[in-house]
């Protein structure tokens, strides 16, 4: 079965600076990745996602992933952290190869101090 | 409208009340979903539709009851509900492949008293 470990529930980081958000996976199917990003009070936004081809994903707001096999993993990751990037992020991976539906992990709480 | 919008954003009911959730998708998209988020809890799919056909039901009390009548709308009917169901309900809309992101709307923060 699919799994996604988050091991970080919580990571506090000072303004412009670097952070990496981990994930590892489990999967038996043709691996395909999510991060996706909630703001507070609003739904969850997807940040960026890895099919196929280069390892290093780059994503909305600065983010960018890379795609590890021999380690699964794929974790986030940004040099310099705003205020704004305050939020709850999810790794994801589709839960088998059928249709379309997600195994999310548990999230990493990003906060970024001033 | 864009994206996904949910109604109502917040709702409080009490535990004999009947209400419903709101969920329409302005996007084209073939699949939608139900989830609950809970804090300390992984976000749980609840219900899946796929061309407007339940295609899963995760084991739901059936005090939540789902309802698609076209591929834009998704309706969650609540009745009898718990104290424990208070959480976030997030509603979501796919073209569906695995290689599809899930797009969300904003949720419905729904209390039980």
Known sequence: ?114 | ETGVTQTPRHLVMGMTNKKSLKCEQHLGHNAMYWYKQSAKKPLELMFVYSLEERVENNSVPSRFSPECPNSSHLFLHLHTLQPEDSALYLCASSQESRSNEQYFGPGTRLTVT
């Open chain 1, 1 to 114: 079965a699919q799994s996604v470990t988050q091991l970080d529930s919580q990571v506090p980081v000072f303004e412009e600076a670097p952070v990496e958000l981990r994930c590892n996976y489990s999967s038996s199917v043709s691996v395909y990745l999510f991060w996706y990003v909630q703001y507070p009070n609003q739904g969850l936004q997807l940040l960026l996602k890895y099919l196929s081809g280069s390892t290093l994903v780059k994503g909305i707001n600065g983010f960018e992933a890379e795609f590890n096999k021999s380690q699964t993993s794929f974790h986030l990751r940004k040099p310099s952290v705003h205020i704004s990037d305050t939020a709850e992020y999810f790794c994801a991976v589709p839960r088998d190869n059928y249709g379309q539906n997600f195994v999310f992990g548990p999230g990493t709480r990003l906060s970024v101090l001033p």
